[in-house]
């Protein structure tokens, strides 16, 4: 385990595998293309509601935004998060949530999902 100098971190050795984005730019992936994977067929459906495709597109809008400024995708943003065991459950567990949440919407049948927003 490296020491906690300046641009070191305590946890890099555990936590982060080279040239990978890191459980949190894969978790907000997944959650990004769950959700585009809901709307894309779900789109010529009554699966959802026009006030539910309204707040999944909300949401994800809102998701790949706020992906897009703290450079998730590229890695960045698990890399700073090493630094921090606090700050990288509080970023993952929202990820999570959305990620449970959308995948035990979906019943049987992978073009219904029964959502509960609200």
């Known amino acids: 385990m490296q020491s906690n ?10 936590l982060l595998i080279p040239h990978d984005v890191g459980i949190v730019g894969r ?23 026009l006030v539910q495709r309204i707040a999944l597109t909300r949401a994800l809008q809102s998701l790949s935004l706020w992906g897009e400024s703290h450079h998730v995708s590229s890695g960045s943003l698990d890399a700073t998060l090493q ?15 959305i990620g449970v949440l959308l995948l ?9 999902f029964k959502l509960v927003l609200g």
């Open 5 to 14: 100098e300046p641009g070191g971190s305590a946890y890099a050795d555990d």
């Open 27 to 49: 978790l907000f992936q997944a959650d990004v293309d769950v959700l585009s994977e809901v709307l894309r067929t779900t789109r010529n459906t009554t699966a959802i509601s």
């Open 83 to 97: 630094r921090s065991r606090k700050l990288l459950r509080a970023t993952l567990l929202p990820l999570k949530g």
């Open 104 to 112: 035990q919407s979906r019943s049987k049948d992978p073009n219904h």
